[in-house]
């Protein structure tokens, strides 16, 4: 499937699906709980809102997971809500970004050792542009390396929803092999658009908040789930491409074993 066409598919998917959509945003608005009992300054809607914030959280990663699984089958249907596989998923979600946070975590603290003490000792000697260059380098360091495990990390969760296996998904070199295989022109090219459109969106869709109480559960309750059905449908349609070139070729190996058996 091309880019025009995912994303296409993607901003029109919410809109198929409008009888479900309530369900989702009742979900999201929810997890306002704990804003209103901030606001009116009432300690019991405040645990309310903890307690219901705590369950909503373990609902909702797995399920938009499931959303990713639709894609990858190129429906256009909405999931139904299945509590213990969501929950189950939101933990597995936990641990590959855990796994995957490790080696940015990592050089965190070897440039934070390096250049800490030495950056310490410029700005006592008042070398203003040795310090600044040096946090500007460890900055660039620290923040390319989180850019690209995010990145892995993006297409690790297309993988585990496709194969429904983290210990699948933990394998960063299938994990680079998938993204080769859709191509980094094609994947760059879906980032930028869909970057910017949602970007977009969601600024125009933000100036709702300028009306008092209710455009905050407007946009929490409504805008945020349909930015977060498009995304994760659209990540969906774009790992589907492997889909369809596995399936491809274990057609093409059935072929072959018919007619080894055959002749």
């Known amino acids: 499937m091309d880019v025009g066409k995912i994303i296409s598919n993607s901003f029109k998917y919410p809109f198929r699906n409008i009888k479900k959509l309530p369900i989702l945003f009742i979900l999201f608005i929810l997890i306002a709980i704990i804003p209103i009992g901030i606001v009116s300054d009432n300690r019991y809607v405040l645990i309310l809102g903890g307690i219901i914030f705590f369950i909503v959280i373990l609902i909702i990663p797995g399920y938009l997971l499931s959303i990713v699984n639709i894609g990858l089958n190129e429906s256009s249907m909405f999931p139904s809500f299945n509590f213990g596989k969501n929950i189950y998923d939101t933990l597995r979600l936990l641990v590959l970004r855990i796994v995957y946070m490790i080696v940015p975590a990592i050089v965190f603290f ?19 542009p040795s310090f600044l260059a040096t946090i500007v380098l460890g900055i660039l360091i620290v923040l390319i390396t989180y850019i690209i495990f995010e990145f892995l990390l993006f297409f690790a969760k297309a993988r585990m929803a496709y194969l429904d296996s983290l210990s699948e ?44 109480y209710v455009g905050f559960l407007i946009y929490i309750g409504i805008v945020i789930p349909i930015l977060e059905s ?23 190996e059935k072929e072959i074993q018919l007619f080894k058996y055959f002749n």
């Open 169 to 212: 998904a933990l394998k960063i070199h299938k994990v680079f092999g998938d993204i080769r295989r859709i191509g980094f022109v094609k994947i760059i090219t879906w980032l930028i658009i869909m970057g910017i459109l949602m970007i977009v969106v969601s600024y125009v869709s933000s100036l709702v908040m300028l009306i008092p």
């Open 230 to 252: 498009i995304g994760n449908y659209s990540l969906g349609l774009l790992y589907s491409n492997i889909a369809e070139k596995e399936d491809n070729l274990d057609k093409f």
């Open 110 to 128: 070897i440039v934070l050792s390096i250049f800490g003490p030495s950056s310490l000792k410029m700005f006592a000697e008042m070398k203003v």
